[in-house]
């Protein structure tokens, strides 16, 4: 009488040492557990925060072009950044839910008095800035500011929740450096002081500032949230329709392909996802 | 299916010196390569394995010698340990935990001379870490020598160390020989990892287990891990021993201890071990004023592990991931009731009412340690008992006995030839497969040069190596002249 197979090692068994029961092998493999597969549109949604991303950087390399051309006055760009500054940073006090009222009016001051100091810093090593990068080629300012811009655009942080704490930042921080660094290359290629500034001054803006701003945003109804990605989109495009048209194109291709496209690659490559779970894996202490 | 030799497997265990020496072959006796990065003088579980395998199989008559790779300042070139194990320390350097870098043909020098003049029919590879292994699987078959492969330990699949060492893994183990696994759950687990996987002979679109991967426990000698006599006093101790690293669940520990030191006034813990988690272990006692409760020993030698537990009645295990377990057994052998953490192989090794199973939670180790303390205060578990029962269950001529006879199949199988090498080799992937082709032929033709620079006539053969029958008559003279004394 043979007993039936147990999965023991302490019992000597009538069965030889190769024996593999019949059935399922191996038994305690999981596949997949807990996967909940992605659907289209929402992972279009979030696919939002990316192209925000990249037409802001569009957006910043237009005006560059057109500050270069002396199309664009300096002037009337440092005009529109304190504007639009004023009005992110009261749309961003409206849309903060936690914090208490009393202390909006110190934090007000504060926030008002760092951008009077980061104003004043910026015009005075401006000159310094003109003429940092100016003995370089141009064709190594232009690959090092593509490299950068990449680097921005890969590290930057597009999660919905605030990061809790330095570690996880990290990337983010690397990002807005890369950001910061190639538009200081690329304003050393800039004729005035003036213009200098304005554009060190927008950069500030769109990738120190406006990231923290769309975190926010992205906690909107879902309509206004596709709206203000529409109208970023459309503005980048129309800023470089009447640049180049070959630019437009192309601009609008890699919009399209990240906000449609993307999502669509993710989906599908979704099907070889093969997570193999069994009990030789290094289990998770629960502690209360 | 029922193995047809369980008649002589059961015949043939048993304890050493009451049966003739004839009565145990299963096999004639050959010569054995064990081969792995881990062994004496680093210390752990592989290394004790390896040792205590060749000495009882020296013990059966057979030939065995460990290759492994050298250890800083002097331990280099060959040594003899206590039961005739000759081992061969090959100048490499370790990188990290006593493990060499996986280069696949600096090593054929080497062991083609080691192989050669030692006589070798089979190798042994030890550890999925370990390369020198890997690289002797690779490079057996070009002196007609086959392969055994013995997995100690579970591998995840997500992280980035895990899939390096599958890679590798997959490439060497397509050829080997035989693949011994030391629980059920590591077999399975290496059945995934090695890809261990085989067409079936009825159906060819059915993947099936391969034939050749055995389950084989580790196990302990049970005479050194006898139980305390005396009976335990009021206090009950509870004995953690492990190193104190994030693996074994120090993290459970750190939560639980405090917990039951306040539910039972009369329970004591004392944890022997080291490691980086000992800082936790030490703010932890201070934190609840707990330092006459909880004992912190250090790092404790292998050697004063029995006094240790033999100060208690229960054995803690929080481990996170484990094999196989050897600790729980040898804690579990020395009489002591065993609460453990049910993960990887540690449910396979004790009958459910020697041991307490506890979810990797908190709550669930406080609640297991308390039943355990209840079923010890009742007078539920008799050590000398499950001392006995143990020493039933586990035995070194049992492992040696169904290693032998692992040997013997892959000895009597027909060896592939190189053709059919490539052809399995190609199977692995249109990328992977070309690879390790490629490493196949290169290493054939790095063979062929040695063959041509160190040719085998010039080689130093070891004619005479060890007479068990000259080594008996002089044990037994020793005994007779000790005991005329």
């Known amino acids: 009488m043979v007993g039936n197979w147990e999965k023991v090692l ?52 237009a005006v560059f072009v057109r500050l270069k051309e002396e199309t664009l006055d300096p002037r009337s760009l440092v005009c529109l950044s304190v504007f639009s500054f004023f009005i992110g940073y009261i749309t961003w006090n409206a849309l903060d839910g936690s914090s208490r009222a009393s202390e909006h009016f110190t934090n007000h001051l504060k926030t008002i008095k760092s951008a009077i100091m980061m104003f004043l810093a910026l015009m005075s090593l401006s000159p310094v800035l003109r003429t940092l990068t100016a003995a370089t080629s141009s064709d190594s300012i232009w690959a090092l500011a593509a490299v950068l811009f990449s680097l921005n655009a890969l590290l930057a942080d597009y999660t919905v929740t605030e990061p809790k704490n330095a570690h996880e930042g990290l990337s983010s921080v690397l990002s807005i450096n890369a950001a ?29 500032l406006f990231p923290s701003l769309r975190r926010r945003l992205q906690l909107l109804p879902i309509a206004a949230w596709l709206l203000t990605s529409l109208v970023m989109e459309v503005f980048a495009i129309w800023l470089f329709a009447t640049l180049s048209l070959v630019v437009m194109w192309l601009i609008a291709s890699v919009l399209v392909f990240v906000t449609f496209f993307a999502p669509a690659i993710l989906l599908w490559a979704q099907r070889y996802k093969n997570i193999l779970r069994g009990p030789w894996d290094v289990a998770v202490p629960k502690v209360n | 299916m029922p193995s047809g030799n369980t008649t002589t ?335 990887g192989g540690v449910p396979e090794i004790l009958p459910e009412d020697m041991i307490s199973f506890a979810k990797p939670e908190e709550d669930d180790v406080i609640s297991a340690i308390s039943e355990a303390i209840e079923i010890v205060q009742n007078g539920g578990h008799d050590p000398i008992r499950a001392h006995e029962r143990i020493k039933t269950f586990y035995s070194w001529e049992d492992v040696a006995n169904r290693t032998e006879k692992v040997y013997d199949v892959v000895m009597k199988s027909r060896q592939m030839d190189l053709m059919e090498r490539i052809n399995r080799t190609m199977e692995l992937g249109p990328f992977a497969g070309i690879i390790y082709t490629i490493i196949l032929l290169v290493d054939c033709l790095f063979f062929l040069f040695l063959e041509w620079w160190i040719p085998r006539e010039s080689l130093h053969y070891v004619h005479h190596n060890w007479d068990q029958e000259r080594f008996k008559e002089v044990v037994e003279e020793a005994q007779n002249t000790s005991r005329q004394d």
């Not at chain 1, 290359?185 to 990738?207: E, G, K, N, R, Y």
């Not at chain 2, 196989?324 to 009731?337: H, K, N, R, S």
């Open chain 1, 10 to 61: 302490w019992k000597k068994q009538a069965y030889a040492d190769n024996y593999v029961p019949q059935g399922l092998y191996p038994a305690s493999l999981q596949k997949n557990p807990n996967l909940r597969p992605y659907t289209y549109w929402p992972l279009v949604v979030l696919s939002c925060s990316i192209t925000q991303h990249l037409a802001v950087i569009f957006v910043f390399l």
């Open chain 1, 180 to 208: 910061v660094s190639a538009s200081v290359v690329l304003s050393s290629h800039l004729p005035t002081d003036a213009s200098v500034f304005s554009l060190v001054l927008f950069s500030i803006q769109s990738f120190a």
């Open chain 2, 9 to 343: 497997a059961s015949t043939a265990c048993g304890p050493f010196p009451r049966r003739p020496p004839q009565q145990w072959h299963v096999m004639d006796p050959i010569s054995i390569a064990m081969i792995s990065d881990f062994f004496h003088p680093a210390v752990g579980g592989v290394e004790n394995h390896i040792y205590m395998l060749s000495a009882n199989l020296i013990r059966r008559g057979h030939k065995v010698i460990v290759i492994t790779h050298s250890h800083g300042p002097d331990r280099v070139g060959v040594r003899w340990l206590l039961p005739g194990l000759k081992v061969y320390y090959i100048p490499f350097l370790p990188i990290a935990s006593s493990a060499t870098l996986p280069n696949f043909f600096t090593s054929l020098p080497y062991l083609r001379t080691i192989l050669l003049r030692e006589h070798i029919h089979l190798i042994h590879a030890h550890a999925s870490l370990s390369s020198i292994g890997h690289e002797g699987i690779l490079h057996s078959h070009l002196m007609g020598i086959r392969t055994v492969f013995t997995d100690h330990s579970l591998f995840g699949f997500d992280d980035a160390a895990s899939i390096l060492t599958n890679k590798l893994m997959i490439g060497t183990l397509k050829n080997v020989d035989a693949v011994i696994c030391v629980s059920h759950t590591g077999r399975e687990n290496t059945v995934l990892r090695g890809q261990l996987f085989e067409r079936s002979e009825e159906d060819p679109e059915v993947l099936e287990v391969r034939k050749s991967v055995y389950v084989i426990p580790n196990t302990l000698v049970p005479e050194q891990f006898k139980p305390n006599a005396q009976p335990p006093g009021d206090t009950i101790t509870i004995v953690f021993l492990s190193r104190l690293t994030y693996r074994k669940g120090i993290d459970l520990l750190v939560a639980t201890a405090p917990k039951i030191c306040a539910l039972f006034p009369n329970v004591n813990f004392i944890v022997g071990g080291d490691g980086p988690k000992l800082i936790e272990l030490l703010q932890m006692r201070e934190k609840h004023l707990l330092q006459d409760r909880i004992e912190l020993l250090g790092s404790v030698r292998p050697k004063d592990v029995l006094s240790v537990l033999s100060r208690g009645s229960i054995f803690l295990n929080t481990s996170l991931t484990e094999s196989f377990g050897i600790a729980i057994l040898e804690a579990a052998c020395a009489g002591l009731y065993v609460v453990s953490t049910k993960v």
